[in-house]
């Protein structure tokens, strides 16, 4: 199958620092990109949707000026959470689809921790 | 408004056979899929259904009746890796998936 790979695995950062993700998919070409957050013991949240070359779309409720998502490829998509707080310490996860296909791939996950 | 319906927990013994039921009113309907969550990792992939009927794939076999909107995943000869939580979601008419909350499933030996 598919392999989505997310960089860092975990990070810990101060409050009001910036933090970016990574979200590469290995051997496909990624058209469109998802990012979504878990809090423990919940369902996935989807924050937004990007297609590779524009602006992401953004849930409703999620700000897009704090959480900001560039797809500059289509094998990279990158989510950078601005003046992180410690509300924002979630487990952050992305998947991938290609434009033939009909399941999303997921990456492995990336704990952020904002202290 | 769209809405996906599983319970929030099962119990199951080690061997056995346990079916996680999920109920679901999109706004159109594109493929259920299920998904299988461990504790601190991301979900993986278990089955899609777009039509009505069974799907096997092994010791998971994922149901589907479109007119009921209804999906059950079953699980045979169950085993301890297979306490995890699973996810029903559904890709409405605009293409979005909407998300189950899942169910938690605990393996007892």
């Known amino acids: 199958g598919a392999v989505v790979s997310q960089h860092p695995s975990r990070v810990i950062c101060k409050s009001g620092t910036s933090v970016k993700i990574e979200c590469r998919s290995l051997?496909?070409?990624?058209?469109?990109m998802f990012w979504y957050r878990q809090f423990p013991k919940q369902s996935l949240m989807l924050m937004a949707t990007s297609n590779e070359g524009s602006k992401a779309t953004y849930e409703q409720g999620v700000e897009k000026d704090k959480f900001l998502i560039n797809h500059a490829s289509l094998t990279l998509s990158t989510l950078t959470v601005t003046s992180a707080h410690p509300e924002d310490s979630s487990f952050y996860i992305c998947?991938?689809?290609?434009?033939?296909?009909?399941?999303?791939?997921f990456g492995p996950g990336t704990r952020l921790t904002v202290t | 408004g769209q809405n996906i319906d599983q319970p929030t927990e099962m119990t199951a013994t080690e061997g056995a056979i346990v079916q996680i039921n999920c109920t679901y009113q999109t706004s159109g309907f594109n493929g259920l899929f299920w998904y299988q969550q461990h504790a601190g990792e991301a979900p993986t992939f278990l089955s899609y259904n777009v039509l009505d009927g069974l799907e096997e794939k092994g010791r998971f076999s994922s149901f589907l009746s479109r007119s009921k909107g209804y999906s059950y995943l079953l699980l045979k000869e169950l085993q301890m890796k297979d306490s995890a939580s699973y996810l029903c979601?559904?890709?409405?008419?605009?293409?979005?998936?909407?998300w189950g909350a899942g169910t938690k499933l605990i393996i007892k030996p």
């Open positions: 051997d496909f070409q990624a058209t469109t």
């Open positions: 998947s991938a689809r290609g434009d033939r296909d009909h399941e999303q791939y």
């Open positions: 979601a559904v890709r409405d008419g605009s293409y979005q998936l909407i």
